[in-house]
Each structure stands twice: as structure tokens, then as C-alpha cells.
């Protein structure tokens, strides 16, 4: 079946550093979604990207999709402590069966 | 609106019992979602649904089921509760928006098995 590996695990970083989470499938992806959890919190949708090379940008968040369609990454530049959380891809082969990956937990140190 | 509400927020269940942790979305959205959260694993789908009358298996489905009657609610039952399924449990549900099937979450029920 569909699965969708997340690494980092964990990631540490000094507040203004830069911060970079990966998602990589086995299947070409219909689609691929990411989402940012708070600590004790509920995952929140940040943005869905469909097209092959496609890169999206929401401040100082950058997503791309990789050319095959098997990867994906999320990028934050300078981070800040309100980019604490745990960031999860969620991808689809096709159908409605989003399968999330195991999320990277971001920690920022002030 | 008020989105997705599941109750209870908070239960302990003695290892055998059953119990249904109840979702409701109000935003007359074909999809919903069951997902548990354990440490270190995720999201891992359990049961999903696209409409009234269907459901389908996720990663997860054994120890669980669901039905779909309307299109607000989208219950959970645990028949024979094991430790095993301490978890913390999401509902979710999915519109579309732009042709993008984003997910509103509900706020969790947090389920232990003594």
C-alpha cells in the first residue's frame, strides 16, 4: 500500500535559522497537502500542491512537488518561535485516502 | 459554524468495554476522516468516508468500526476497547475548496485503555 516517509523526526534549530522537512513516497502522488500541528493542538491545513516542479510560496514558507511527483518539501527561512509545531505531508495516490506521514517536530530556541 | 466537534474531549476506558466517540461537521462536506495520533507515528488513517452509506478501511481499520447514516455525523465504535488503542483520536472532514480537498480537523479525544 501507500506510504509516505517524513525526515527529519525531530529538528532542532536557533531562531533565525533556516528549517527544512521532507516527504518522500514509494507511489506518484496524485496530490500532496501539508499541515502544521501546535503542541496540544489539532493539524491545520497550510497548502496542497498538485502539479509536477511546483513550488508555492506563503511568506517565509516555501513548498515544492517534486518532478516525479514522489517528494515533496516544505522549507522555512528564519525561523521564528511561532514556527514551533510538528509539520505533516498528507498525499494521495489518486483517490480520497490521504495518508499522512509520521511529521517532523520542529523545536526553535530563542 | 461551528466546524468539526467531536466529544468526548477526554475518556478512560477499561480494557473489553465499548464505546462510540461521536463526530459532527456542519459544513455539509462529503468527506470525513477517522485518524489516530501516537507518539512518533503520525496520522494513520483508520476508517474514511466519501458520502452517506459509504465507508471504506484506512491503514488502521482492525478493532474498529464506522457508519455513515447523514452527512453531519460520522461516529466511531470500539467494540472491545484493548490498550493497544490508547491514541489520541481526529475526526476530520473535507471540502472542497479551488478543487483542493482541505481538511478541517476536529479538536481530538484523547482515549486511554486500563
Known amino acids: 500500500g501507500q506510504q509516505v516517509m517524513q525526515i527529519p523526526q525531530y529538528q532542532h534549530v536557533q531562531e533565525g535559522e533556516d528549517f527544512t522537512t521532507y516527504c518522500n513516497s514509494s507511489?506518484?502522488?496524485?496530490?500532496i497537502q501539508w499541515y502544521k500541528q501546535r503542541p496540544g493542538g489539532h493539524p491545520v491545513f497550510l497548502i496542497q500542491?498538485?502539479?509536477?516542479?511546483e513550488v508555492k510560496k506563503q511568506k517565509r514558507l516555501t513548498f515544492q512537488f517534486g518532478e516525479a511527483k514522489k517528494n515533496s518539501s516544505l522549507h522555512i527561512t528564519a525561523t521564528q518561535t511561532t514556527d514551533v509545531g510538528t509539520y505533516f505531508c498528507?498525499?494521495?495516490?489518486?483517490?480520497?485516502?490521504?495518508?499522512f506521514g509520521t511529521g517532523t517536530r520542529l523545536k526553535v530556541l530563542a | 459554524n461551528a466546524g468539526v466537534t467531536q466529544t468526548p474531549k477526554f475518556q478512560v476506558l477499561k480494557t473489553g468495554q465499548s464505546m462510540t466517540l461521536q463526530c459532527a461537521q456542519d459544513?455539509?462536506?462529503?468527506?470525513m476522516s477517522w485518524y489516530r495520533q501516537d507518539p512518533g507515528m503520525g496520522l494513520r488513517l483508520i476508517h474514511y468516508?466519501?458520502?452517506?452509506?459509504?465507508?471504506d478501511q484506512g491503514e488502521v481499520p482492525n478493532g474498529y468500526n464506522v457508519s455513515r447514516s447523514t452527512t453531519e455525523d460520522f461516529p466511531l465504535r470500539l467494540l472491545s476497547a484493548a490498550p493497544s488503542q490508547t491514541s489520541v483520536y481526529f475526526c476530520?472532514?473535507?471540502?472542497?475548496?479551488?478543487?483542493?480537498?482541505?481538511?478541517?480537523f476536529g479538536q481530538g479525544t484523547r482515549l486511554t485503555v486500563v
Open positions: 476530520a472532514s473535507r471540502s472542497r475548496d479551488r478543487g483542493q480537498l482541505v481538511a478541517f
Open positions: 498528507a498525499a494521495t495516490s489518486g483517490t480520497y485516502k490521504y495518508i
Open positions: 500542491l498538485v502539479k509536477s516542479g
Open positions: 459544513m455539509n462536506h462529503e468527506y
Open positions: 468516508s466519501v458520502g452517506a452509506g459509504i465507508t
Open positions: 507511489t506518484t502522488l496524485s496530490n
